[in-house]
Structures are given as structure tokens and as C-alpha cells.
């Protein structure tokens, strides 16, 4: 049986088979999110959505192989150490300054091993490549790497939202890995996506699985920034299946509406890290959208910023 096959049908099913075999449990845990005056569900909703990609993706690098191959070993390591850090501040309640330590600690020594970091800007002023080398690259990534994962995380605020921009995210960087012959990223690429399908039906409760919902959580929407950076980090450098201004636009809108929200904070006054109702959804909900509505937006937003480079 073909590796492309056998991994479009174990990848999916190992995730469902995880999410009727995690739910009840974190049910039984307490390990839900409850509703309160910023969050609209009307009970409370397990938090394991991370844990189900996240047995998705183990499968998918087992029937590929990649986790024997080079560097991958290093994110699957640090993938359990971020998802246990998010699932701590779950629970928890962790502060903005240790969640960083831990997380730039465990991303600087991922990457370092690794090998997989930023090198090169691409040709940004119409020269010659801008290069980064050594440390300056390494630290360079780290900072991507935090931003990433908290635009991710902070992204995550209505059904389907984050997991709906990575998926787009996740296709393209196959899409572009498969057209320049790096089949490895871009297989690997597409069997995430189906993994995050699989999360997505659950969380967008589809009727065969009503009182099933489950949320990503905090150690659900790291994984995910961690996934996206990795992939187009390794897809812009180490592989060149495309330049890098591309893995920018890939991730452009959660890191642009992180960056807007900080910036209205700041002007007013807060923390950058205080709650509010200033992310795009929230923009889109107070115009008078619903949540699908908005997610619908978001998405296309997404689409727009993955095909404008290509045109």
C-alpha cells in the first residue's frame, strides 16, 4: 500500500479514535473550559483538541517516517514539551513571562539541533539575498517562532478559527512543497491538514457528532503555531520550496491582527497581553456577523494571502 494511502486513512481515524477515547476522560478530569462573561459556550467544553492533532500528526511522521529523519526527531521532542506547557497553563494560569522562558528555551534548543532556523531574508531590497548567520539566524527564528505561536493562540477565539487558518496555512506549504519536489514536507504537510479536519469536525459539532465539542486549548493552539513555523521555516530554508517573503504571506493575518491588538492595547494604556474584545473576529462580531460568518472572512482572508504571491 502506498505511504500517501496509508496515511490519509490511519492519520484521520488515529485522531477520531483519540477524540472518543480522550473526551469522556477529560470530562471526568475537570480538563474543560468554562463558560464566563468572555466566552459564549453553554457548558463546558474539553480541552483536548490539541491532544487529538497531536496523535494525528505522530502517526502521520510514523507512516511517512520522517521522524528518523533529519531534524524531525528534534520537533517531535519539542512539540511534547510546548504542548505540555500550554496544557500547565490550561490548567494553571501560567504568567506571559515564564510561558515565553520555557517556550524560547525549548525553541532555541529545537532549532539549534536541528539545523532548522532562518538563514536567509530572501532578496527583500532587490539584491542580493540578506543572510543571518550563527546566532543572529538562531535568535532571529526564536523571536518568529514566540510570535507565531502566540498569534496562533491568541487567533483562537471563535469555533474553527484556528484551526480553519492553519489548515489554508498547512495546504499551501504543500501545495508549494509538493510543486518543487520536496514530497517529505509537503506529505507530511497534507496528512497535518487531515489530522486537523478531523479536530475541526468535532469542533465545529457537525450533526453525527453533537455532544462531542472539544476546544484546542492553550496547549492545542501552540502546537499548532509551532507547526506552522516549523514547516515554513523548513519549506523557505533547508528545502527552498519556495522564498521566504511566501512564508511570510502564509502566516500574515494572525500575526498582523497580534500585532494590531498589541498596538491598541499599548495606545491605551494596557498590557499587550490584557483581555479584550479587539481581535478581527471580534471586530467582525460586533459588526453584526455570526461566528460561522466570521470564520468564513477569516478563512478567505487566509486564501487571499496564500494566492496573492502566486499571481
Known sequence: M?????????????????????????????????????KQHGMPVPLIGGLVVFVGLIMAGLTTGLWRGEGWGWFLAAAVVLVAIGTLDDIFDLSARWRFLYQGITLALACAASGVYIETLGAL?????????????LGFTVLCALACI?????????????????????????????????????????????????YLLFNLEIPL????????????????????LWLVVLGSQRDGGFPPIVAVWLVGVPILDMLAVFARRLLAGRSPFSADRTHIHHL???????????????????????ITPLM
Not at 500517501?4 to 473550559?33: H, I, Y
Not at 471563535?158 to 506549504?173: K, Y
Not at 465539542?213 to 502546537?223: A, E
Open 284 to 306: 467582525l462580531l460586533d459588526r453584526g456577523l455570526s461566528a460561522r460568518q466570521a470564520l468564513v472572512v477569516v478563512v478567505a482572508m487566509i486564501c487571499m494571502m496564500f
Open 2 to 38: 502506498d505511504v500517501e494511502v496509508l496515511g490519509s486513512f490511519l492519520v484521520p481515524v488515529s485522531s477520531a479514535l483519540a477524540a472518543f477515547g480522550f473526551l469522556p476522560l477529560a470530562r471526568r478530569a475537570g480538563f474543560v473550559d468554562h463558560p464566563n462573561a468572555r
Open 125 to 137: 531590497f532587490g539584491g542580493g539575498a540578506v543572510m543571518l548567520t550563527g546566532l543572529a539566524g
Open 209 to 228: 457528532l453533537r455532544g462531542w465539542k472539544m476546544f484546542l486549548g492553550d496547549g492545542g493552539s501552540t502546537l499548532l503555531g509551532f507547526l506552522v
Open 150 to 198: 502566540n498569534a496562533y493562540n491568541m487567533i483562537d477565539g471563535i469555533d474553527g478559527q484556528a484551526g480553519g487558518v492553519t489548515l489554508i496555512t498547512l495546504a499551501g506549504v504543500a501545495i508549494l512543497s509538493a510543486a518543487a519536489g520536496h514530497d517529505g514536507t509537503g506529505l507530511f504537510a497534507a496528512l497535518a491538514c487531515l489530522a486537523l479536519l478531523t
